[in-house]
């Protein structure tokens, strides 16, 4: 096992090493292009390379003609099986924690639990890879209030930070008989609002933790953005009067998440290349919207 993921960290590293040319071969081509469709003479550093190049344009299709980055690896085989999430909490958890990190297994279908024992993320990102799981999530705490949530995909990458506030579990609900019991079909996804460059990434992170659903399942899961904070709800809906009557019912948790950072590593790799990072001037910028 050990060799074998040298192995494929090696070969993933050497496909990143590759990225820089690729990229300085498309800028070559798309100035080819332009040159062509605009009737203007080809630039002079690329006339001894112009028919090589063209050779390889007219080979192109719309799968080839753009570059591949390590980006479009990370979720390439996602859709071929269902993704399986291993769930975890600090150490020594807290009452409050442990409650919600029950809650959010029946959240992910096929999300199993573990206590964290003495283990090191290390040992349990080991342990996941070979008992191929697809993700693992960490939640922390401050004085027993859950106040951050960590999603690693594995085996490679990405690594997603959120804060999270305004945790309120189904354990804090007195009505019970409001909220029903949880249910265990696949839900329907609603991502909203997640328009630039990052914010696509982070709706590509989330939507790949929920396995593809049946059409007909009654059971909503919302990710909601409104200025960089996303808000979690969950629903079920019924046709009590007819397909024109809904009724949607919160059945819980709810919580907000704030995007802290995004590393391209595993939760145990510190020294990753850091993708995303939320600068303490963001604060204050009232224009800028990072999702």
């Known amino acids: 096992m050990l060799r074998r993921n040298i192995r494929l960290r090696r070969e993933y590293i050497y496909r990143k090493s590759l990225e820089k040319k690729e990229q300085l071969l498309y800028e070559k081509k798309r100035k ?6 605009e009737g203007k003479p080809i630039p002079t550093e690329l006339r001894n390379e112009e028919a090589a190049l063209r050779q390889e344009i007219d080979l192109e299709d719309e799968n080839t003609a753009v570059p591949r980055t390590h980006i479009d690896d990370e979720y390439a085989n996602a859709t071929e099986t269902d993704p399986k999430i291993m769930l975890t909490t600090s150490r020594d958890p807290s009452a409050p924690l442990t409650q919600f990190v029950k809650e959010l297994k029946f959240v992910f279908p096929n999300a199993e639990r573990i206590n964290r024992g003495g283990l090191h993320l290390h040992e349990i990102i080991e342990s996941c890879r070979s008992h191929d799981y697809t993700d693992l999530i960490v939640v922390s705490e401050c004085r027993g ?9 594995l ?24 909220i029903g019991t949880m249910p265990q079909a696949y839900p329907h996804l609603i991502i909203d609002n997640f328009t630039t460059k990052t ?3 982070v709706a590509n992170i989330l939507k790949h933790l929920f396995p593809v659903p049946k059409p007909d399942t009654k059971r909503i899961i919302t990710f909601a953005n409104q200025n960089d904070y996303v808000s979690f709800r969950h629903h079920v809906y019924e046709k009590s009067g007819g397909p024109k009557s809904v009724v949607l019912k919160e059945i819980g948790p709810r919580f907000e998440m704030r995007l802290f950072d995004i590393t391209l590593g595993t939760l145990d790799q510190t020294e990753a290349q850091k993708d995303f990072v939320l600068r303490p001037y963001m604060n204050t910028s009232k224009k800028q919207r990072i999702l």
């Open 32 to 37: 080819i292009k332009e040159a062509l469709a």
């Open 145 to 153: 209030v859950p106040d951050a949530l960590f999603v690693s995909h």
């Open 155 to 178: 085996p490679y990458g990405p690594t997603a930070r959120f804060s999270l506030q305004n945790v309120v579990t189904r354990h804090d609900i007195k009505d019970k008989k409001a």
């Open 199 to 201: 914010g696509k990434r």
